[in-house]
């Protein structure tokens, strides 16, 4: 038993032909990146309940370990109290800034009060500072200065690398008393 077969025209077979094009490059364009955004959104939320649940069995943790930094932070580093000194003590005050520097062997390039930095209200006055040296001598430095009883705090604090060692520039504030 043969079968007859319908007659097609050619324009029909390119009309069937283009809507068959069509129908490819609407899944190309418009279901694919859609497919693709999905699984990238999938990997993303299985990534991120991966750092929540290594987050929760870490989060006890840092709380245990902050609490016993912050008790030896307490015990080592009680806060001193600032005394401020005379106007004619600046001077006295900076050179015994030099003298902690060169104790720990850091050069210093300037240790220089600013005049017109001296606040009547509050009393602070900013020196400039500039030394150079090893890091690790310059770490040393800064817990010595903490013995200046008349600093206030540090101001600007700029640490650069160089050659044979860092610079270190910085200004503090001392209290003065003014009359």
Same mark, same amino acid.
């Not at 029909?12 to 490819?24: A, D």
């Not at 955004?37 to 987050?55: F, P, Y």
């Not at 030394?131 to 001598?137: K, S």
């Given at each position: *038993? ?12 390119? =009309?069937?032909? @283009?809507?068959?094009? +069509? ?7 418009? +279901?694919?990146? &859609? ?11 299985? #990534? ?14 840092? %709380? ?7 008790? &030896? %932070?307490?015990?080592? $580093?009680? /806060?001193?109290? +600032?005394?401020? %000194? ?31 930095? /001296?606040? #009547? ?21 800064? @817990?010595? /200065?903490? &013995?200046? &009883? ?12 160089? =050659? ?5 520039? *910085?200004?503090?504030? $001392? ?5």
């Amino acid at each position: *038993m043969a079968k007859n077969a319908l007659p097609v025209s050619k324009e029909t077979l390119y =009309k069937v032909g @283009i809507c068959i094009g +069509i129908l490819i490059a609407f899944i190309l364009v418009l +279901i694919l990146p &859609s497919i693709t955004k999905e699984k990238r959104l999938k990997h993303q939320i299985l #990534q991120t309940q991966a750092d929540i649940q290594r987050q929760e069995i870490l989060f006890p943790k840092y %709380i245990t370990l902050q609490a016993e930094l912050n008790k &030896s %932070i307490v015990k080592n $580093l009680p /806060l001193p109290e +600032i005394k401020p %000194i005379g106007e004619e003590d600046v001077n006295t005050v900076t050179a015994q800034i030099e003298n902690l520097a060169t104790k720990v062997n850091l050069t210093v390039n300037e240790v220089t009060p600013d005049p017109y930095s /001296l606040s #009547q209200v509050t009393g602070a006055l900013g020196v400039n500072c500039e030394f150079f040296g090893d890091f690790q001598n310059l770490h040393t430095f800064l @817990i010595s /200065l903490g &013995s200046v &009883s008349s600093l206030i705090h540090i101001e600007t604090f700029d640490v650069q690398e160089g =050659k044979g060692g860092v610079l270190c520039s *910085m200004r503090i504030l $001392l209290s003065v008393a003014t009359g």
